[in-house]
């Protein structure tokens, strides 16, 4: 037998035996402890903490398709990336702390809040960058974001609770007006019409203080009878306009996506130019102090800018069917953005 193939046999004879696991232990031990040791001389470890139980991606990442993407095209950059779940210690050579969750967190999830503020100190104490701190993102409550993007000269629905006389007052608005939940995303929003509507609404929902808000219907129609929402994700100072969608009902959502010719080719054109509107809307994120911000905004039939919501954490994900595929650009860009963000961070800590 040749002597090669006789080691062979041998290595892998003895890699089951006790001794031979223990020292396969051992081996992955020493290689752990050079590689916190190298983290801890290099600090540049980019630390990554997100919920166990988080849905809709339990038990994956928010942003698993941005770590595939990073392995693949920033190796360099992924190797730097450590991911944990809470409750977790601040790993050794943390220079960029960034928790991936859902917002606002102290309404949402105390217990999540109070122990990212406990790792948000031992990062501060390391003197480690921290992308979204968690008080911040109550920031995305509706009443709290509107008044703030207000104070930059931008224009948002006017918003009101939903108190207990909401049925009489209206909250000051006008009708018809919107109801939606006071905080989070991708929610259904009811647009009522009436003041039946009103009473028959509130009867069956019988809204808790606080739980709702009401806002001004704003009327974006175009000629062509189509509404548009453009989003521009900001990170830090980078920005890309990642899509516009045109749909044929006024709740704009990208299943109801209309797809034709002209529409494709007017998305392609927003997506593949600079955003006229980047300065006004960089402002915006700094007064809200979010790192990462995505603005969902129309313009009126005067050609106002009205901006609907900003969202702290939003979809990065390839869309499905069609527009994945000539948006491919975007997408890529989106990606490179928040890579440039983390090493931005990285640097900034060296």
């Known amino acids: 037998m040749p002597r090669r193939s006789l080691y062979k046999r041998l290595k892998k004879r003895i890699a089951t035996t006790a001794p031979g696991k223990w020292l396969r232990r051992t081996l992955k031990a020493r290689a752990e402890r050079a590689l916190t040791r190298k983290r801890a001389r290099d600090r540049d470890t980019i630390f990554i903490i997100a919920e166990k139980d988080m849905p809709p991606f339990r038990p994956r990442y928010m942003y698993e398709e941005w770590l595939e993407w990073v392995a693949q095209n920033e190796p360099d950059l992924h190797a730097k990336i450590v991911l944990g779940h809470f409750p977790s210690q601040l790993p050794v050579g943390t220079a960029v702390l960034h928790a991936w969750v859902q917002d606002p967190l102290l309404e949402r999830r105390i217990e999540i809040f109070k122990q990212l503020e406990v790792l948000e100190d031992s990062a501060r104490r390391a003197g480690a960058s921290i992308i979204h701190p968690a008080r911040v993102l109550s920031n995305s409550r509706r009443d709290v974001q509107f008044e703030r993007l207000t104070r930059t000269g931008l224009r948002t629905p006017r918003v009101a609770d939903v108190d207990s006389w909401f049925v009489q007052t209206l909250g000051g608005l006008s009708l018809p007006v919107v109801v939606r939940k006071s905080w989070g995303h ?119 800018l009205i901006v609907w919501e900003v969202n702290p954490y939003p979809d990065l994900s390839t869309p499905n069917g069609r527009p994945g595929e000539y948006l491919a650009e975007s997408i890529q860009r989106t990606n490179q953005a928040l890579a440039g963000l983390y090493r931005d961070r990285l640097a900034a800590t060296g």
């Open 186 to 304: 991708c929610m259904s929003l009811i647009r009522l019409d009436t003041h039946e509507q009103v009473s028959a609404w509130v009867a069956e929902q019988n809204p808790s203080p606080g739980e709702w808000v009401a806002t001004e219907y704003l009327d974006v129609q175009g000629a062509d009878g189509y509404f548009r929402k453009y989003r521009y994700v900001l990170f830090g100072e980078r920005g890309v306009c990642r899509h516009l969608i045109v749909s044929a009902d006024w709740e704009v959502r990208p299943k109801d996506r209309v797809l034709t010719d002209t529409t494709i080719a007017e998305e392609l054109s927003f997506v593949g130019a600079p955003c006229a509107v980047h300065d006004v809307l960089d402002r915006a994120r700094r007064e809200l102090e979010f790192d990462i911000a995505a603005f969902d905004y129309s313009f009126d039939t005067k050609g106002e």
